[in-house]
């Protein structure tokens, strides 16, 4: 069994900053891609940000230069450093995983129970 716990979300005043996580646990053979995306009430769910098993990354145009994402291998823990955060960043922040689970075939997407982060004006 695998599961994803997140933290590090709260509320925080524009201009601020803060640093969610996201470790996985359980019966892991390897992880892939690790990823952030993040819903605001009314809205869909949008990618944020993505590291690649070679830590290459993605940012979505709209927090690249203020996020920045990454990844410890030997904790199964992906990061994300959110600075000059401003009140359109107000959201609920989901990581997501694509990992193969011990005795699986194929790489799955796990997600994460979601944080809540908000910012003030």
């Known amino acids: 069994q695998v599961q994803l716990v997140e933290s590090g979300g709260g509320l925080v005043q524009a201009g601020g900053s803060l640093r969610l996580s996201c470790a996985a646990s359980g019966n892991i053979f390897g992880i892939n891609v690790m990823g952030w995306y993040r819903q605001a009430p009314g809205k869909p769910r949008e990618l944020v940000a993505v590291i690649h098993s070679g830590d290459s990354t993605n940012y979505s145009h709209s927090v690249k230069g203020r996020f920045t994402i990454s990844r410890d291998n030997a904790k199964n823990t992906v990061y994300l450093q959110m600075n000059s955060l401003q009140p359109e960043d107000t959201a609920v922040y989901y990581c997501?995983?694509?990992?193969?689970?011990?005795?699986?075939?194929?790489?799955?997407?796990?997600w994460g129970q979601g944080t809540q982060v908000t910012v003030s004006s």
């Open positions: 997501n995983v694509a990992l193969a689970p011990i005795g699986g075939s194929s790489y799955t997407d796990y």
